[in-house]
């Protein structure tokens, strides 16, 4: 049995027509409880004082407290709400939990996370508090994972996470990204794989198996997965063309890879904004069943 953390116990109040899929993710745990592989908790929410061990803590308080600016708010995208507030730190607190589970049973996932585009004292792209800095950091003073890779196969530059951990040499920071897409002015990951616009299946395989080889030469002892699915053909931000059996041919990639390191990984989300976004959530779905086909 695999554990999944899920957080649409917390509604994400946002005006109606605001672009934000915020549907796909019960439509995900809707999807996924129907294999019996999996076993769902909600997701706890995270301390503010454990998120402020790799943010800045007045950017921390202000978001909690709604006394954020204006202008930061609309970098984030979202209006501010205590529903917001808590939907966040349950998003930081599934990346944990499934943290936890994957130190106990080598595989924790949560159907949430993947906050990339979050940087110490500012967030930015629908991206509050960086999930996956935040787990790192915690799992490294627990002192299970000292050398972590985090693979962010996002169609977006995981630009946060890069400038957050830039210069910790026990973190492997990777992210094959389209080049011209959000954010426009990229941050330096350890490795970076910038995809020209209709970048296909070929091509996107033959990166992200470069990025799996160079990831193994690391020797990494944990592994965070961004699972973005925004680099579908179908989705309406991502300008690549990968089919859902390329990304289906990823994931396995990314968890043959794991099996063969031997260490636990954590999977996160990541954008998808197909149109349907029932596209965006079957790819999602497959990520979660191909890692169920091959670590469960
Ligand atoms: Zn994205």
């Excluded at 989705?235 to 890879?257: C, I, N, Q």
Aim: include cysteine; charged fraction near 20%; aromatic fraction near 8%.
């Amino acid at each position: 049995m695999l554990d999944l953390f899920y957080t649409d116990h917390y509604a994400l109040p946002l005006p109606v027509g605001h672009r934000f899929p915020k549907d796909k993710y019960r439509l995900l745990r809707e999807e996924l409880e129907r294999d019996s592989r999996f076993r769902f908790h909600p997701a706890p929410m995270a301390s503010p004082d454990v998120i402020a061990g790799v943010h800045d803590g007045a950017y921390v308080r202000a978001f909690c407290e709604g006394t954020l600016g204006a202008a930061s708010m609309r970098k984030i995208g979202f209006p501010w709400s205590k529903g917001l507030v808590d939907r966040t730190l349950a998003s930081v607190g599934g990346t944990l939990a499934a943290a936890d589970a994957a130190r106990g049973a080598g595989f924790g996932g949560t159907l949430a996370g993947g906050t990339h585009h979050a940087f110490r004292g500012e967030g930015s792209g629908y991206c509050v508090f960086n999930d996956i800095a935040v787990a790192v950091h915690v799992a490294r003073g627990q002192g299970w994972a000292r050398r972590v890779a985090i693979v962010d196969l996002d169609v977006h530059q995981g630009d946060g996470t890069a400038a957050m951990l830039a210069g910790d040499a026990n973190v492997l920071t990777v992210s094959v990204h389209g080049k011209n897409n959000f954010p426009f002015r990229k941050e330096r990951s350890v490795v970076d794989v910038e995809l020209g616009d209709g970048a296909g299946d070929d091509e996107y395989l033959a990166h992200v198996e470069a990025v799996l080889r160079r990831g193994s030469q690391f020797r990494p002892d944990a592994v965070f997965y961004q699972s973005g699915v925004d680099a579908l053909a179908s989705d309406k931000l991502g300008k690549l063309s990968v089919t859902p059996a390329g990304m289906a041919a990823r994931d396995r990639m990314v968890f043959e890879w794991v099996k063969r390191l031997g260490v636990p990984v954590v999977v996160t989300m990541g954008g998808g904004y197909s149109d349907p976004i029932a596209l965006t959530v079957a790819s999602h779905a497959a990520t979660y069943r191909t890692a169920a086909d091959l670590l469960a």
